[in-house]
């Protein structure tokens, strides 16, 4: 038997009409959750510690899958990536507090000997390839016994984990004071920045939109 052509072209109800566009915020909810998860994710740098590749203000995304695919619960591999290499822009989980996310340069990966000798920085005996945006800006030479910032080490890198430093070498809280970053902590590597404000001059940086983070 066939339905009327009424009764196919029945309004619908209000219920109908809110099921639906429940439905439809639902599935758009669970997709974004899925990419921010998995995929990529939207970081914002909120301190200086990274000057002057990547300033106070700066938005950019991170590649969540650049090292993998880990269970978000238990960290454990589902789908086995890159490991992490030297020069790597990373954001990972801030081990005194994580709560946090952190963003720093990886400059030491498991069995490395990482040392910084009057603010000199080598790893396995060599001078690490800094970008051209790495600084160090004080003058002074701080001695071991005072703060670990300008000579350190030497150091083995132990395996599953990182020695990472912030490009702003002389105002940057990272592996030199509080240790190493676990592997399975890392939860992306930075890709490019989408959008940078400065709030000193409250104005956008457009030139900054679109660069690619080395």
Known sequence: MF??????NS???????FW??????IIALLLAMLIRTFVVQAFKIPSGSMLNTLLIGDHLFVNKMAYGIRNPFTKAV?????NPRHGDVIVFIYPVDPSKDFIKRVIGVPGDVVEIRDK????NGKPFPDPPTAQWTDSRILPANVQP???FGPITVPKDSLFVMGDNRDHSYDSRFWGFVPIQDVKGKALFIYWSW???NFRPRFERIGKIIH
């Open 3 to 8: 339905k009327s052509s009424s009764a196919q």
């Open 198 to 200: 400065d709030s000193e």
């Open 11 to 17: 309004p619908k109800t209000k219920q109908q009409i």
């Open 149 to 151: 910032r300008d000579n």
């Open 20 to 25: 639906e566009y429940a439905q439809s915020i």
């Open 78 to 82: 589902w789908i086995a990536g890159e």
């Open 120 to 123: 000199k920085l080598f790893v």
